[in-house]
């Protein structure tokens, strides 16, 4: 099936580069450990929040399936602390050979991509690549499609859920509506952050 984010991928680079780290991530940036470690980004996109990441002196994998998308982000950051690879949940399967557990692994908009049927398996990789402490955040989009990319339904419910089921703490978040950062009015997010014990 066609791939938007490869095939716009410039139009969709641009986009999410125009956004701040800190600025989407603002209800969970209380929960991001002071000293940094090694992060993983999963759906990484343009590579913004890897870049922010990286210059906050983390170590980041950034994990991307669009082929086009993934360059243009590995060529924007190449002087930073980030390796590319291409993975996608819920499988992960190259992140996986690596061996290796992270302290933090963002998964920011990309929830929504997931087809239900998918997402216990996804949940349990991502808990299986946690460090012991590691914190684990999810961005879910509320809203209609855009009549280009595929999208399902989210809900908060489903997350702890599945969080309780692999044994992870919920995390408070900051209060507050979390609006469209691109200015979509029928368009809102939320923000779950779990821990591993
Ligand atoms: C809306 S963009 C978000 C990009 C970035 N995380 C951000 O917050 O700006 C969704 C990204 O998820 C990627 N993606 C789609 N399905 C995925 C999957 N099953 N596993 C990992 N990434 C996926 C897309 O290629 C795209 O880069």
Same mark, same amino acid.
């Given at each position: 099936m066609a791939d938007p984010y490869s095939e716009k991928a410039l139009h969709f680079f641009n986009q999410y580069q125009k956004l701040a780290f800190e600025d989407v991530h603002q &209800?969970? #940036? !209380?929960? #991001?450990?002071?000293s940094p470690g090694s992060a993983l980004d999963v759906? !990484?996109?343009?590579g913004r929040d890897a870049a922010a990441l990286a210059s906050r002196g983390w170590h980041v994998l950034a994990a991307e399936p669009a082929t086009a998308l993934r360059q243009l982000g590995e060529n924007a950051a190449r002087h930073l602390a980030v390796e590319w690879c291409e993975d996608h949940l819920p499988e992960l399967s190259h992140v996986r050979t690596l061996d290796h557990r992270f302290d933090l692994i963002l998964v920011s !908009?990309?929830?929504? &991509? #997931?087809p239900p049927s998918q997402r216990n398996t996804a949940f349990q990789v991502l808990t299986d690549l946690l460090s012991p402490g590691g914190i684990l955040v999810i961005t879910l989009r509320h809203g209609p499609g855009d009549g280009e990319r595929v999208f399902y339904e989210t809900n908060r419910d489903e997350l702890e859920r599945l969080a309780e089921s692999q044994s992870l703490a919920s995390l408070p978040v900051a209060e507050g509506k979390e609006t469209d950062r691109m200015g979509r009015s029928e368009v809102a997010w939320e923000t779950a952050v779990f821990q591993n014990p």
């Open positions: &209800h969970w #940036l !209380a929960q #991001l450990p002071e759906g !990484a996109g343009s !908009a990309v929830w929504m &991509h #997931l």
